[in-house]
């Protein structure tokens, strides 16, 4: 866990390498609509499914929506949005829809919506 909700939890963002940056603004921005929100920092799921289940409980506990952010495609997230506890009606993803797009990082952000604001878009479509 990188940073805790500052009231109830009612969203989690999983981000790896420099998503976490995108999620903390996320977090800043529900933050401040009293939307309690934590951000776990993942950058490995293999690491993290090898910690014992008390631990993965700990980090991602039932409840709250999750919404990974990956610059990459949902492929894997799976395990960590809907299952341990996760539902679908509360699991989103923030990421690319297929593979191949070629062009400078900002660019492909902002085509693929991985930004904080649509985050925070995701997150609340979930509450």
């Known amino acids: ?30 933050e401040a609509e009293g939307i309690g929100t934590r951000v776990v920092s993942m950058p490995s799921m293999e690491l993290f499914a090898q910690q014992d289940e008390a631990y993965r409980k700990r980090v991602l506990p039932g409840g709250p929506a999750r919404v990974a952010i990956e610059a990459g495609v949902r492929q894997g997230w799976d395990r960590w949005l809907l299952g341990e506890r996760g539902k679908e009606s509360k699991a989103g993803f923030v990421g690319m829809s297929s593979f191949g797009a070629s062009a400078p990082m900002e660019r492909l952000y902002k085509e693929f919506g991985i930004t904080a604001e649509n985050a925070v878009a995701v997150a609340k479509s979930l509450l």
């Open 1 to 30: 866990m990188l940073a805790d909700a500052t009231g109830k939890r009612q969203v989690i963002l999983i981000a790896t390498g420099s998503e976490v940056e995108i999620a903390l603004k996320a977090r800043d921005m529900l």
